[in-house]
């Protein structure tokens, strides 16, 4: 191999290194920002877990609502359920409530406010039986007002991987009530849904329940695992580097 042509080689090999080593730093440094996102999410949705529920904010107030500031606030309010309407998402467990352990569905209902309003409710967890239509073990909704206390959600964004839904069996797969609303033809609804969280029916089903923090920080060890493989990846460099350019004994 000529001179010229080792130069090239080296200088080839010095770059891709630079450029590897670099990605695997950036990739660390990313970890350790999500990391501090994770720990303010997780403050934030502690502290308002452990609220007090509050009224539910009036409607001229939800255009100001937001995800990022008042999902999980807990609320209470009195509404009449629409007979005989809701909806069922499907899911394999829940990574918020730890009295879900195998696949399910959540039963969503409308609910009409005093005012006439309509905000969504998740009313619950059906567990999956066998072939069991949750349909006919998720009970009505009661009639009357009731008052439930529940949580702020947000409708969820539909994955690249999420199956379509089937209207037709009413079996959702995503949490969107403004989905729901247009096919079963309910009233326009509110932006966000309510999980409920109290008062558990007769029978216990649909189960409502009550939200935990539970989402995994393992940032951190991500982060030292990016930055080690800079390190691993710098040392190898610098052995092939030393033996290309150590003189012939």
Same mark, same amino acid.
């Given at each position: /191999?000529?001179?010229?042509? &080792?130069?090239?080689?080296? %200088?080839?090999? #010095?770059?891709? #290194?630079?450029?590897?080593?670099?990605?695997?730093?950036?990739?660390?440094?990313?970890?350790?920002?999500?990391?501090?996102?994770?720990?303010?999410?997780?403050?934030? /949705?502690? @502290?308002?877990?452990?609220?007090?529920?509050?009224?539910?904010?009036?409607?001229?107030?939800?255009?100001?609502?937001?995800?990022?500031?008042?999902?999980?606030? &807990?609320?209470?309010?009195?509404?009449? *359920? $629409?007979? =005989?309407?809701?909806?069922?998402?499907? @899911?394999?467990?829940?990574?918020?409530?730890?009295?879900?352990? =195998?696949?399910?569905? *959540?039963? *969503?209902?409308p609910a009409r406010l005093a005012d006439g309003r309509i905000v969504v409710v998740d009313r619950g967890f059906v567990p999956l039986a066998g072939?069991?239509?949750?349909?006919? &073990?998720?009970?009505?909704?009661?009639?009357?007002?009731? #008052?439930? %206390?529940? +949580?702020?959600?947000?409708p969820e964004q539909r994955g690249m991987f999420a199956p379509a839904d089937d209207v037709k069996r009413n079996t959702w797969f995503v949490r969107?009530?403004?989905? /729901?609303?247009?096919?079963?033809?309910?009233? #326009?609804?509110?932006? *966000? +849904?309510?999980?409920?969280?109290?008062?558990?029916?007769?029978?216990?089903?649909?189960?409502? =329940?009550?939200?935990?923090?539970?989402?995994?920080?393992?940032?951190?060890? +991500?982060?030292?695992?990016?930055?080690?493989?800079?390190?691993?990846?710098?040392?190898?460099? =610098?052995?092939?580097?030393?033996? &290309? $350019?150590?003189?012939?004994?």
């Open positions: /191999m000529t001179k010229a042509a &080792r130069g090239r080689g080296l %200088v080839a090999a #010095t770059l891709a #290194t630079l450029v590897g080593i670099a990605l695997l730093i950036g990739l660390g440094v990313w970890q350790l920002h999500r990391k501090v996102w994770k720990e303010t999410l997780i403050a934030a /949705m502690t @502290a308002r877990l452990d609220r007090a529920p509050q009224p539910l904010p009036p409607p001229a107030q939800w255009s100001a609502l937001t995800q990022g500031a008042d999902e999980f606030r &807990r609320v209470t309010f009195t509404a009449d *359920f $629409l007979p =005989g309407e809701q909806a069922l998402v499907y @899911a394999p467990g829940s990574a918020l409530r730890t009295d879900i352990k =195998g696949p399910g569905h *959540f039963v *969503f209902a072939k069991d239509d949750a349909t006919a &073990r998720a009970p009505a909704a009661p009639q009357g007002p009731v #008052t439930i %206390v529940g +949580y702020l959600r947000w969107d009530p403004a989905a /729901m609303a247009a096919a079963h033809h309910w009233p #326009t609804v509110a932006p *966000f +849904y309510v999980d409920q969280e109290a008062p558990v029916p007769p029978g216990g089903l649909p189960l409502p =329940g009550r939200i935990v923090v539970n989402l995994p920080d393992n940032h951190l060890q +991500y982060a030292i695992t990016w930055f080690g493989l800079a390190g691993a990846l710098a040392g190898v460099y =610098g052995v092939w580097l030393y033996g &290309r $350019l150590r003189p012939p004994a």
